[in-house]
């Protein structure tokens, strides 16, 4: 049987740092509300010139993980792109990406699932790679959320949360015996919330999809957010689904050596540790520097946890969760080769 091994990953997150100081300089919000309800400090976002999308951020995701992962682009079967902010309406960004590679045929998939896009991209490559349809698979997660936000204080509550980046994560089919690899993954989506946390336009589904003037004069082109709804019910969601996975791999949390939850808010992430009396030294925590961005916020933790050698040696066991917008929320676990 084929397993699904992770050969190199990369990040890449725009130079441009705002702080929350700097924030509150164009609305009305403070460093401490910030720290103090979601533990940002700051987010990386793209100059507001345009001419830089989920994309780019990708490609340059992509290069180093490709690197890593000692392959070239030629060396690839599929790509998997995950974003809630393609670059443009159609077509997709993965496709983009693949130009970019120097690629024209190689397949590419998008994956709108937001906040646990890197969930079911995983999901999906492993997927493929045990179905024999592909051997090497690129999945990126990459987000431009600062062009699309609301930055006046009407806004706030979630301006205040995005920030842009991506990661990339190589993955290749090893044929194999051993128990390694992608373990287990569980997926799951409520689409009755989807007005819990949604940005409406552009919308097929309304007879006049072009804006008359600006964007801006319609409100419905930013993301809206039912905050404390979302948190309550990822307090919930998240621990069944880890649940949910570790019984599907047969493992206890105490065979886990690092939780990568999705950085949304860091009270959410502390509130599952206690949850799950598991020590916080656990769970990996990076949205103080990069605040939520959403596809790309699992795979840019990975990729900084095996950086920083939090995880990563050969049978060491990562478990991954997450829940967003759609309402989608899942798990996986993987153990190091
Ligand atoms: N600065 C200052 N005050 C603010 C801000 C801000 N940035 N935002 C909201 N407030 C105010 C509100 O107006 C409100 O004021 P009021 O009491 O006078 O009415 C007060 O702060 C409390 O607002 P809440 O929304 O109740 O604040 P909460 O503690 O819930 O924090 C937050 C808001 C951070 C958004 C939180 O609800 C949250 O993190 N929710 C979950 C987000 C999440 O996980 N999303 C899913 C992933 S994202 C994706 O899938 C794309």
Redesign the pocket.
């Known amino acids: 049987m084929k397993q699904s091994i992770i050969k190199g990953t990369g990040m890449y997150v725009p130079p441009n740092v705002i702080t929350n100081h700097d924030l509150s300089k164009f609305m ?3 460093d401490e ?2 720290k103090q ?2 533990g940002i400090e700051q987010r990386h976002w793209i100059d507001q010139k345009g001419a830089t999308g989920s994309a780019d951020l990708g490609f340059k995701a992509a290069e180093i993980a490709l690197e890593k992962a000692g392959w070239t682009p030629e060396d690839l079967d599929f790509i998997i792109f995950a974003t ?1 902010s393609p670059d443009i309406m159609f077509p997709g960004s993965g496709c983009l990406l693949q130009a970019k590679l120097g690629l024209n045929s190689t397949p590419a998939l998008d994956i709108r699932q ?2 646990t896009g890197f969930l079911y991209g995983i999901a999906t490559a492993d997927a493929y790679i045990k179905a024999g349809m592909a051997d090497k698979v690129l999945l990126v997660g990459g987000e431009v959320h600062s062009s699309g936000l609301d930055k006046s204080t009407r806004g ?3 301006t ?2 995005f920030g842009d980046g991506a990661a990339a994560v190589c993955i290749e089919g090893l044929e194999t015996d051993e128990k390694v690899g992608l373990l287990a993954s569980s997926l799951h989506a409520d689409g009755n919330l989807a007005d819990a ?1 949604m940005t409406e336009l552009p919308a097929s589904r309304l007879p006049k999809r072009c804006p008359k003037g600006l964007p801006t004069d319609d409100l419905r082109y930013y993301p809206v ?1 039912d ?2 709804a ?2 309550k019910k ?1 307090v919930r969601m998240l621990p069944r689904v880890i649940n949910e996975s570790l019984e599907k791999a047969q493992l206890t949390l105490e065979d886990i050596d690092l939780i990568i939850p ?1 950085q ?2 860091m009270r ?1 992430n502390q509130a599952l540790g206690q949850f799950l009396k598991v020590d916080d030294n656990k769970i990996f925590h990076n949205i103080q520097k990069y605040g ?1 961005t ?1 596809a790309a916020s699992i795979p840019i933790a990975l990729h900084e946890a095996i950086e920083q050698e939090r995880v990563g040696k050969p049978g060491e066991i990562v478990l991954f969760a997450g ?3 759609g309402l989608t929320w899942g798990s996986a676990i993987y153990k190091f080769l």
């Open positions: 009305d919000t403070s509300w910030i309800r979601t809630l937001q906040c706030r509550d979630v205040v949360i946390l957010m905050g404390p979302i948190f990822a999705h949304a808010n959410i939520n959403t829940l967003g917008a």
